[in-house]
């Protein structure tokens, strides 16, 4: 069964710094999100991104947060300067166009800020 | 976007059929019903969704009644492996921009 796959599973990073995770979403899908979810809350969504671009972003998805799809496999999540609050699970979905209702989810990216 | 209320929390025996009834009294004719499933330190799977009366896939049922306010995941026979949040969202149903928005969803736990 296909899957969406997560790099790195657990990053430990400082206060400061620059942070990509990446994600590689399911071969046919033409939709990408990233969503996170800090320990014990719920599940957030931070923005979502079709055709080459941003469709929509919450507000946490502010201008320390970018997102890429650099090669037409991968889709990157890059938090510029790292904050503690910014610790958390990040987990990328992507959805197909047909069934749009169903997103689907990879294993995460636990961030860790120190 | 309709907001839901599902119980925080359910306990059932292994084996039980087990129902989780959520609220969506603000349901807009173009929202569908959908149930995600989290185990902890995973992401969100995919359970069922549906628009009206009843669906049933492999894993659950989903049952909406006419008025569509409230809809019920029903997990038939449960085993402590579908010990996870269960979450209900309602979201209109278009193509992409499926930004889906979790509540706090129902903590079930399976017991012995």
């Known amino acids: 069964e296909p899957e969406v796959t997560q790099t790195p599973s657990h990053q430990v990073t400082q206060m400061g710094q620059e942070v990509i995770l990446r994600c590689v979403p399911i071969s046919n899908h033409l939709y990408f999100y990233w969503y996170r979810q800090i320990l014990g809350q719920k599940v957030e969504f931070l923005v979502s991104f079709y055709n080459n671009e941003i469709s929509e972003k919450s507000e946490i998805f502010d201008d320390q947060f970018s997102v890429e799809r650099p090669d037409g496999s991968n889709f990157t999540l890059k938090i510029r300067s790292t904050k503690l609050e910014d610790s958390a699970m990040y987990f990328c979905?992507?959805?197909?166009?047909?069934?749009?209702?169903?997103?689907?989810f990879g294993e995460g990216s636990r961030l860790t800020v120190l | 976007l309709a907001k839901t209320t599902q119980p925080i929390s359910m306990d059932s025996y292994e084996g039980q059929e087990v129902n989780i009834t959520c609220s969506h009294n603000?349901?807009?004719?173009?929202?569908?019903i959908t149930w995600y499933q989290q185990f902890p330190s995973q992401g969100p799977r995919f359970i069922i969704q549906g628009y009206k009366t009843k669906v049933t896939n492999e894993v659950a049922s989903l049952f909406i009644p006419a008025d569509r306010k409230s809809s019920t995941l029903s997990l038939p026979r449960v085993s402590l492996s579908d010990t996870a949040v269960y979450y209900c969202l309602v979201d209109p149903y278009q193509t992409g921009a499926n930004n889906l928005f979790f509540g706090t969803g129902t903590r079930l736990t399976v017991i012995p």
């Open positions: 603000n349901i807009a004719t173009n929202d569908y």
């Open positions: 979905a992507s959805s197909g166009l047909v069934n749009s209702g169903e997103l689907f």
